[in-house]
């Protein structure tokens, strides 16, 4: 079974913190994501990499950054937070199929900045 | 741009009824993906369907695609309480390995 692993549940933090999440998974995917999700919203893209240095910004990365020095972990960064980047971050994996390959999620970390 | 629609938003229904999802997407793709999310929890994937015509069971819920309809359905049949949940689907250009999901309908069955 795919296992994609995020470093924490829940995390509180306070405005202008420089806030790190950490995504790992055991499966050797080429891709991974970040997203948040949102009430009403859905699930949003922020970043995507394909491969360990190699990043892509998705629908709405301003205010965050990443980072994929190995191919197994990818972090998401918020270099200061802000009360309106609360919400649950979900990192997600699959493989580079050559089409869209199914993506496996982790179990989500719901952020709070105060 | 890939817009993908979900609806209903929110569904209520009772119990031993049947009900569909519907999934419209506005641009050419061959690969169409379910999940279902419980309160709380992240997403877990139901079904991957990969062609015009594909239909996927498990259980009470049947996933199908229609490429040419640019839609796909997730059809319940004879509704359980187990079955309340979020659930996604998520569409991808050819090509491209991002997903664009849809908003979501909330699934409540009621005893």
């Known amino acids: 079974d795919v296992k994609v692993t995020q470093s924490s549940r829940y995390l509180v933090k306070r405005t202008g913190e420089k806030v790190f999440l950490e995504c790992v998974q055991d499966m050797d995917h080429e891709n991974m994501f970040w997203y948040r999700q949102d009430p009403g919203l859905g699930l949003r893209l922020i970043y995507f990499?394909?491969?360990?240095?190699?990043?892509e910004k998705g629908d709405i990365p301003e205010g965050y950054s990443v980072s994929r020095e190995k191919k197994e972990r990818f972090s998401l960064i918020l270099e200061s937070a802000s009360t309106n980047q609360t919400s649950m971050y979900l990192c997600?994996?699959?493989?580079?199929?050559?089409?869209?390959?199914?993506?496996?999620f982790g179990p989500g970390t719901r952020l709070t900045v105060l | 741009e890939l817009k993908v629609e979900q609806n209903p938003l929110f569904l209520s229904m009772q119990e031993g009824k049947n009900y569909t999802i519907y999934c419209n997407y506005s641009t050419t793709s061959d690969r169409l993906y379910w999940y279902r999310q419980d309160p709380g929890k992240s997403l877990e994937s139901l079904f991957v369907l990969l062609s015009n015509g594909a239909v996927k069971q498990e259980g009470r819920l049947m996933a199908s695609l229609d490429t040419k309809a640019r839609l796909s359905t997730l059809h319940i049949t004879a509704a359980v309480h187990d079955l309340s949940a979020t659930y996604f689907c998520?569409?991808?250009?050819?090509?491209?390995?991002?997903?664009?999901f849809g908003t979501g309908t909330r699934l409540t069955i009621i005893p």
């Open positions: 997600a994996s699959s493989l580079n199929s050559g089409r869209v390959g199914e993506q496996f």
């Open positions: 990499s394909y491969d360990v240095k190699m990043k």
């Open positions: 998520a569409v991808g250009l050819l090509g491209n390995e991002k997903l664009t």
